[in-house]
């Protein structure tokens, strides 16, 4: 069978999207004729059916669903390597740094710092964001890198260079019953309201949605919620919370993340730069944990 075209994948994932055919045309900026005559061209080379019409109601068959899904991975894998590929062609290109505020444990001046000295380095700009954008942005292209945590991120496609890994602590009011503990444990966490990072599945607890850190610390501060984060917060800690180390918690581990397929020697450069700063700053130059993708119901919240 021939290749499949972009141009016909994402005909397709608009009629699997609206699951109407005037809608998809009218998205598409197309009339419908020559859009249903696509359709029934693409069902024919693949050689199954992908829609069932009955009585002007569109439906997905079991091989329309899976099309769908990899259109999906297919289109934005593309719409990013152009992204990257413009970004490259520039002169004055840049390498662009996603993180949420406060998720760098702390190391980003340092390595802004350090990183002009290296070869091949590149002017960087930083792209703060939500927790859930940073990998999003890195993935269809926006960014060239980005300070994600494990094990809460799905890393499947990127590269990785761990820097740190933090001791866990729950964020508490400081009028709670716990926070004058010197330590705890989940155990003495049982009851307490969780909060959930927006946009994360598979996360424990019915606690509000975050989106980033400022929201978290105004809810724990009003007695909403608590959360159990990488210790780097002590340094954003309102003066009416209290952080708690938490000693059987899972660490988290501060990783740089990267499409698996980069080869950019600006990128190269960062990445060695934040290697050497993250190196100085651990303790008795500790190695670090393997990375992996979070569990499905992990309790703990990123920072």
């Not at 996360?203 to 949605?209: H, I, M």
Request: charged fraction near 25%; proline fraction near 7%; include cysteine.
């Amino acid at each position: 069978m021939s290749r499949l075209e972009t141009r016909e994948l994402a005909y397709f994932l608009a009629v699997a999207e609206e699951l109407h055919f005037g809608r998809a045309a009218r998205r598409l900026g197309m009339a419908q004729p020559p859009l249903s005559r696509a359709i029934r061209q693409l069902e024919r080379r693949i050689g199954v059916p992908l829609l069932l019409r009955e009585n002007r109601r569109v439906t997905l068959t079991e091989a329309g669903r899976v099309l769908a899904a990899e259109a999906a991975i297919v289109l934005e894998a593309a719409s990013a390597a152009v992204r990257r590929t413009q970004r490259a062609g520039r002169r004055d290109s840049r390498l662009v740094v996603a993180m949420k505020p406060g998720g760098d444990g702390d190391l980003l001046p340092a390595i802004l710092a350090a990183h002009p000295a290296e070869p091949g380095a590149a002017e960087v700009d930083v792209v703060l964001c939500d927790v859930a954008e940073r990998a999003r942005l890195l993935r269809d292209g926006t960014a060239d890198i980005a300070f994600l945590h494990s094990p809460y991120e799905d890393f499947t496609g990127l590269d990785t260079e761990p820097l740190l890994t933090e001791q866990a602590v729950v964020v508490l009011p400081r009028t709670h019953r716990l926070a004058e503990h010197t330590h705890l444990r989940l155990a003495d966490l049982a009851g307490e309201t969780m909060a959930r990072w927006q946009g994360r599945p598979g996360q424990d607890g019915s606690g509000p949605e975050v989106r980033d850190s400022a929201q978290l610390m105004q809810l724990i501060a009003i007695g909403r919620t608590v959360a159990v984060v990488p210790e780097s917060v002590r340094t954003q800690l309102r003066s009416d919370l209290a952080c708690v180390p938490v000693l059987d918690a899972t660490p988290v581990t501060l990783v740089l993340a990267w499409p698996d397929h980069s080869r950019s020697p600006a990128l190269a450069s960062f990445v060695r730069t934040a290697a050497s700063i993250a190196a100085r700053r651990r303790p008795h130059g500790g190695a670090l944990p393997q990375v992996v993708s979070s569990p499905p119901g992990t309790a703990l919240a990123e920072q």
